[in-house]
């Protein structure tokens, strides 16, 4: 869709320049020859999956340099949303064999589509071998191994055993081997160091895994453990351009690409002693005018972040008054200008310094930039538009 089209409802712009700049900024960081496996799951952070994959394969088109050779998913369905753009996609959470008689369609879909399923225990790799012979088809998988996180992936004891399995197979293709890291968002983190030496020992112990594609860096790891890039790296939350370090650092060109908008749908001048929203949480103390924009919890936006958030008007920024109800927010315009009903609310600004950032929401809502992305809705439509401005200039490509 238009961008344009698009300026009288709520709507998160994706801008592809930033992503170009994110894009450029991993590269470089990798170099040439190591491969970019964009990790898309969850919709792609909230962004959208299918709309990010287009912007990716248009940036390809105009810089080949900023490549992505394959994307990450974390389920199935997240797979089949990705296949028409035609690159190699791995699911990166591990098949559990106890689910395997529930999913053979999944996984034979999987194995026909030639995506790449994560294992974790020789019982899996027998099952999904089973399936694949079936189809007499080879199946692409990889191995996680757990270095430390504890989540998922089989351990250094186990591992022989998995890949003893997988390499017994004809109908399997050991397509990959990989780990995840706990702390890599933390430069210098000797724990980071601690998994890529337990990893690299368990590759070390078997000679025919010298050609198998190696990967363990997310976005964290990419910055600060440049020996983890190996042969392959899994970047997220950089690509849609916030610091895995969770603020914004002027060490790394990062532009967040997503900047949530909303128009003004009801202006009200309020009086002293009058309040605003359910509960009466907030009440005027002097003359206010107050505007409505259609955004609430129900589009993901915190409802903690009642009174304490703020979203930029007219390069002001505006406090969240009252509670956030389900399909609205109260904002203070008293200092914002001439403001009327149709103006353009910034929920949530694409400028890394400004009070509306995902950074400073997150820090509001206690959580990650990453959790309040794949918290906002489906009512609030994508769209990629170029040059994206931000209502703050604090932090703009050149200062960067
Ligand atoms: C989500 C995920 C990533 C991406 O992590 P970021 O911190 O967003 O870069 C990489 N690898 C695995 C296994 C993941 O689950």
Redesign the pocket.
Known sequence: MDARLTQGEPRLLLDIDALATNLRTLRRTIGATVRLCA?V?ADAYGHSAPLVASMIDEIEQAEPFLRVDQY?VATFDEAAALHEFGKPLML?RPLENAFLGRQRELIEHAVLSGWTLTLASAAAADDVARIAMHLQKRANVQIMLDTGMSRCGVSDAGFDAVLERTLYHASLKLAGVST?FVNSEISGDPLTTRQLRAFNAVIDRHPILENVPKHAA???GIFFCPRAHLDVV?????LYGID?VGRPSTDRPLRPIMKWTAPIIALHDRAPGESVGYGQTWTAIEPARIAIVPVGYADGYPRCAGNRAMMIVNGHPCGVVGRVSMDMTAIDVTRAGDVTIGDEVTVLDNDPLSPASVYALANIAGTIP?EIFVRIGPRVRRVAAHHVGSEETALNDESL
């Open positions: 990790v799951k990450a990166l995840h997310n976005s964290g899994r970047p997220g939350i950089a895995p990453y």
